[in-house]
């Protein structure tokens, strides 16, 4: 069983930046890939962001290419997305996941992975 806790979300002003978080538990962190989801009210969740078990790979959606940023952190089990010139259609909640199935590549497909945190709300105003 593997435990995720989103934090860092808020209410920001667009071109602001935030960084989410993601704690796991479990021994076996390092060997998941993990990936970043948001879902906006009335729409399906989509894909934000992965990054493979070694760090050695990650992906984003194109709408948020180059203003987002996936890492992590294997020895805290821990997990990151800083978001950096944020627009109004950013706003959504946004969702932690984890592939224990999958470590060493960048999955971008909901149904990939076995484990979701909660979610922590991002709003941007415009």
């Known amino acids: 069983q593997v435990q995720l806790v989103e934090s860092g979300g808020g209410l920001v002003q667009a071109g602001a930046s935030l960084r989410l978080s993601c704690a796991a538990s479990?021994?076996?962190?390092?060997?998941?890939?993990m990936g970043w989801f948001r879902q906006a009210p009335g729409l399906e969740r989509v894909f934000v962001a992965a990054i493979n078990r070694g760090s050695t790979s990650t992906s984003y959606a194109d709408s948020v290419k180059g203003r987002f940023t996936i890492s992590r952190d294997n020895a805290k089990n821990m997990v990151y997305l800083q978001m950096n010139a944020l627009k109004p259609e950013d706003t959504a909640v946004y969702y932690c996941?984890?592939?224990?199935?999958?470590?060493?590549?960048?999955?971008?497909?909901?149904?990939?992975?076995?484990?979701w945190g909660q979610g922590t709300q991002v709003t941007v105003s415009s």
């Open positions: 996941a984890a592939d224990m199935t999958m470590g060493w590549v960048t999955p971008r497909e909901k149904d990939e992975y076995d484990y």
């Open positions: 479990g021994r076996r962190f390092s060997s998941y890939a």
